[in-house]
């Protein structure tokens, strides 16, 4: 078993917390992994100590558990070929096996926040109670299993199996909500800057760019105020629709009228023409060069 | 009716191809929008003189079908909230009337591209025929509707919905393997840099940069040799399983044995501490200054 | 005379401060630009009716001049290969007749903004004054000219000439201090993110990713809290050292010594043993395949 | 003396080069910095046993040379306040001491490649002798000198000062030209992917991206042909013009003319309406949420 990415994300952010800290890491003590060379030296370890573990002979892998997923890997899961075997999924009914009904429900959010979750006429504004009936509601159809060889901070590869329920319904549902109230660039921006390395950082476990990226986050975020109406089934999730009071960077009768403004329809030829100078050029100097464009 | 992304796109790639091309664009001009002052204008026009169109009254909204999707916006999709009408949908099945049973099938990657599709004791290596049937296989299970709030060239918000069943299958695929294949930093630079601008411009019809981000592609995709294995569902996709012959930069023994090469556990421990080096400095700042990590 | 940058970049900015603002710009109305077919009209119109105009026949090109800087543009400049003449340019001495001693000065920032410049036993702290200050230094020893060809918003390629002479030692003075202050993964966040785009916004005018960028910026300074010691000398700026008082990233004894905290030398075996784990894998597969490195 | 970044880029290029070499690193192991504890043991050791060193207790830095540059740091100018002493710089005159006459030279580039440098009626096209001739013309007149804090890769900042001559003028003229001849897209995308991630690998010694961003760098250069005259004077560089016989990019009738094809100064008008709508719609909800712009 080599390195897992936990424990360098968590001995970066306790030095960081802490920097006179020092952390005592068995597995990477050689009187320590000397003795255990493998999975199954710890297995037979706790089987003979009494020690409870959730990985056996029967569920080669190892799990980790917590109220936003629950994360598999390692075992036969290491053949990246092998499919997860149907048993393994903790939280999360096998999509084959969801009802066949799909479940409507819709989520508020408001500076990009969560706060409201409707479903069958209930209201929940409770941050946990919400987050706990997202999970309760993506799990029994099936919604948030991953499946992915992804590359650790060491610079190995490895292949991981992970189910985030909630969570996949509440991201998919806020970056729907996004297209509506957040300008084209700041979102561009968002996009192609914020979330590429605010992911990174947070595998890794780094921490002065994180609060740099933070502030930046916030700043995103101010008109991201609105509903998204949202529908589970069998294993998808998809958006039904999505509005805001508040926010009107979208609006239905301009974005299909004549005239916006002092807009007309022929300031686009314009336009055009003014975005083809460059393009034009390149055209000529190609052609000029006998090269085809 | 506002300006569409089409006409821009359109216009500057004629105008790259032949820089002294004339367009006309009756859209655009006072003589014929005067005339015409909405879709309902250009419905009773046709209605009238006997020009077959695929908008109707019944079936307010517009349609661009081709091999690899079919587009729908204005009409009562203009309200971003109001659910696209089931009947809407041309190419795919329901997700909710598509097949009980999941269907499976495995694409093969050269260099990036799709080369094979083997479905149900079939392989198809012809492009036409394999795209052919990666829709056919997606359109079944209802696989690649797409309700999304985009941002046009000309800056205007816009309610679109889309239907791109194979390219769907096909894409997820390929980014699936490349997880397996690609270097950790190759595929970063190629998400953050290649995969964001290249979308832009395709979007808006520039072509310069696009010259120049077509053979940073080609530079990526050298090593995306391999399988996925598929299964599409009800509305989803999921990828089985992912496997190379050729390529080696995951290994499944490796990932999980204790030493790779001269790698020993025990250089972890060195790496951290180095790597910790700048965290505890910003945590030692952050504590000087009296701050909260 | 082609279009210029500003008219846009004005335009724009007037139409967010007030949407429904009308904008007549003569210079783009068939009924100016007919009569007048460049800049040899204007010059004999103003001449006839007495209008006082910087450009000249014997100076053809134009000027703007401000606080910051001062702008050349068009006429003889518009051959990108024609050195501008030395009676050009208003703002600073040719660095060729510049004084032969070098002039030495210090400026404080606070939060990334210069509040204080001491030079020749004055210490400046009143923000117009300072600027005016540096301006005054940069101006007599040749610094701040720059003669570039660029890209307008228009896609057009433009050649331009300024002098910006404060502007360019306070800003050279200010990358010189983050290179101690900053923390790395920020600065470059900031670097490759922030000031790209913030320059293009600037440069083209644009509103709604500026507000978004400029929190970004703010969150960046922070602990841009120290000293530059400055050196402009016959056209050149340079930086004799730079200090904080309040900032430790960089702690000239811990960069020399041997040990920092629980970091050892020999951590860093380990650190490179990680490091190469990637590369290693790279480095077989490419031999496997029989390519060079 | 903590961890340089030569011996990390170093090994990480041997383990790539050669996946199974092992690398012996003295000053990384017990047995041998517990002898030398820092500079001084290790000039007393050498001078006891005759090993000439460059480093001596008047020039208290190291430094390392060749055809490109020299690197000084460690010693006194870990003080990241005190200047580099006159006679710490080898490769060039000090400006001060420079001609007081400026020097001309004219550089031809294609594809990116300097081919062809010209001077005092010489022309020069072998490589090595354009690159040393670079070299000579900067030292003389003191061009190249570099006074920095960097940010080592394994995450310590560090003092450095640098001479890189002939690369300083090669690097302005070529970034200069390319301002005449490159696409701005494709620019924008080389300066904000290509330069940033390119510099950081060479620094780090990275080899799997930098071969995927290679191929980019030869992608963005195919233009890139024509002429920048240059001219060094007492520490400074600037562009006096630049030229191409076969790019036409730029064209300064063009630029400067009422018309280009079929765009007209009424086309501008049309132009900024569309680019406004974004920023009206932005202009309109900050002013219907009280906001300041």
Redesign the interface.
């Known amino acids: 078993?080599?390195?897992g990415n936990d424990?360098?994300r968590f001995?970066?952010a306790y030095?960081?917390?802490?920097?006179?800290i020092?952390v005592i890491?068995p597995?990477?003590?050689?009187v320590f992994?000397e003795r255990f060379?493998?999975r199954n030296d710890l297995l037979n370890y706790a089987a003979k100590t009494g020690i409870p573990v959730s990985s056996t002979k029967s569920k080669p892998w190892s799990m980790d558990e917590n109220l936003a997923h629950c994360s598999y890997e390692?075992g036969i899961l290491?053949?990246?070929?092998?499919?997860p075997p149907a048993d393994m999924w903790k939280l999360t009914v096998d999509?084959?096996k969801a009802p066949d009904k799909?479940e409507d429900f819709a989520v508020v959010f408001e500076k990009g926040l969560p706060v409201k979750l409707a479903t069958e006429g209930k209201t929940i504004t409770d941050p946990v109670k919400l987050f706990l009936t997202a999970n309760a509601i993506a799990r029994r159809n099936g919604v948030g299993?991953i499946?992915?060889?992804?590359?650790r901070f060491?610079?190995?590869?490895?292949?991981g199996n992970y189910e985030s329920p909630g969570l996949t319904c509440l991201r998919s549902a806020h970056i729907?909500l996004e297209?509506?109230v957040l300008?084209?660039?700041?979102?561009?921006?968002?996009?192609?800057?914020v979330i590429?390395?605010y992911s990174?950082?947070l595998y890794n476990g780094?921490?002065?760019?994180r609060?740099?990226?933070e502030?930046?986050i916030?700043?995103?975020q101010k008109?991201v105020n609105g509903q998204a109406?949202c529908r589970v089934?069998?294993?998808?999730f998809?958006?039904?629709?999505?509005?805001s009071e508040?926010?009107?960077?979208?609006d239905?009768?301009?974005?299909?009228?004549?005239e916006?403004?002092?807009?007309?329809?022929?300031?686009?030829?314009?336009?055009?023409?003014?975005?083809?100078?460059?393009?034009?050029?390149?055209?000529?100097?190609k052609?000029?060069?006998g090269e085809r464009?």
């Open positions: 078993m080599a390195v424990q360098v001995e970066l030095y960081t917390l802490n920097p006179k020092k890491a597995w990477r003590l050689p992994y060379a493998g390692a290491e053949d990246s070929d092998v499919s999509p084959l799909p299993r499946d992915i060889v992804e590359n060491i610079g190995l590869k490895s292949r729907d297209g509506l300008d084209r660039e700041v979102r561009a921006l968002r996009d192609q800057f590429f390395n990174k950082i780094l921490s002065p760019e609060e740099f990226l502030e930046s916030v700043a995103s008109n109406r089934y069998k294993g998808s998809t958006v039904l629709g999505r509005s508040t926010e009107k960077l979208y239905a009768s301009e974005s299909s009228m004549d916006i403004g002092d807009f007309a329809l022929s300031d686009t030829t314009g336009f055009i023409s003014v975005q083809a100078i460059r393009l034009r050029k390149y055209g000529q100097a052609k000029a060069k464009v």
